[in-house]
């Protein structure tokens, strides 16, 4: 295995951090890249308006959902006491991983000086490197002398990834753009940021930002509902969004609220059973047996809570997202909306999606019938108990379509 190593301080990291490490993965044909977030350097304190080491791995993690699975944040360095050499973490990388190939990757300001690093006969001896260059006439002359220093001088193997011509942004500047959306600045710093990461410093109010949890504009919304989610889930919540919107419009209820229920509906997709037992009895809210047994049901009880007490949504919303997931007698056109866009938004694919997508234009009932039909076949194919308001919802509508 090709593996690589990418560290920094990701403070935060930005689409430029994503960018060079989609180039590396692909130009050295990496089969893992592990982002590895430094601790803060012993020589200098970090800015004042930094997030802690957990919160940057937390970021780091979110980044590297973003890059695909061959992608992983690592907290090698953080958990590392004392000073944290280059020359360490590739020794413990390489004794981690023996027979792999390692690849250090770093900015060509840093490949230039790295005969000054600490033992950097240790770090060419455990692998390579590979330096960054976006303007390769500028340091092409630069580089190619380096290369050839190291080699002579270190037997170093050396090589280098093409950056694409995006926008740059320093994290220092990033920082104060963050801040100054609150005090009246007119970048918009989002434009240089993976949206889940920009969720993220606004839920935990980072470098400076003043978001109302209780009071965000869609965009804001979206941000921090997908910072809380895994980046496979996105395509799923952006086409559940965009359907309810639609449903509403057509159906004549609020597609504004519409919108908010899609954003969050799966918010609290991947929490564990613990966070979501323990968010139910905090809110008041009743499990039952087989909930606790299949906890993926947990998720639209505590997605309601969340959207409530976390967003503080209004009602119609909270309860779309408690009975999205089995339905509930007596679902109104407003949680038959959310169910249904749920169900057959444009990246769904099963047999019976295109009945469906044509029925919810037709009779939202006829398509709440067939959603939950088929939703009991499948689940007793699979030998899955049906929830009693699955089941309770198809017999309320079968009784009322008759
Ligand atoms: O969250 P999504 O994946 O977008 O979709 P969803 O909220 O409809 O959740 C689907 C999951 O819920 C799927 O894993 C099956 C499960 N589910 C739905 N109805 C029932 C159910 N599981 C049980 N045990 N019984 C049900 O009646
Ligand atoms: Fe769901
Ligand atoms: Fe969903």
Known sequence: MKIGIYGGTFDPPHLGHMEAARSAMEQLGLDRLLIIPDREPPHKSMAEESASPEQRLEMARLMADGLGPRAEASDLELRREGKSYTADTVEVLHELYPEDELWLLMGTDMFLTLQNWYQ?????????????????DDTE?????????????????????KLPEIREIASRDLRRMLASEWTGGNVDPAQYLWEPVYGYILKEGLFGTKADLKNLSDKHLRAVSYSMVKAKRLAHIRGTEETAVALAKYWGVDPDKARRAGILHDCTKYWELEPSVECCQKYGIEMDELEIQSPKLLHSKTGSAVAKHVFGEPDDVVQAIFCHTTGKPGMTTFDKILYLADYMEPNRDFDGVEEMRRLVWEDLDKAMILGLEMNVEDLTERGVPIHKNTQGTLDELRGRSQ
């Open 120 to 136: 950097p006969e240790r770090i060419f001896q455990y692998a390579g490197v590979a330096a960054f260059s976006r303007n390769q």
């Open 141 to 161: 002359e630069m580089f190619q002398e380096q290369k050839a220093f190291l080699e002579e001088k270190f037997h170093a193997r050396t090589t280098v990834v």
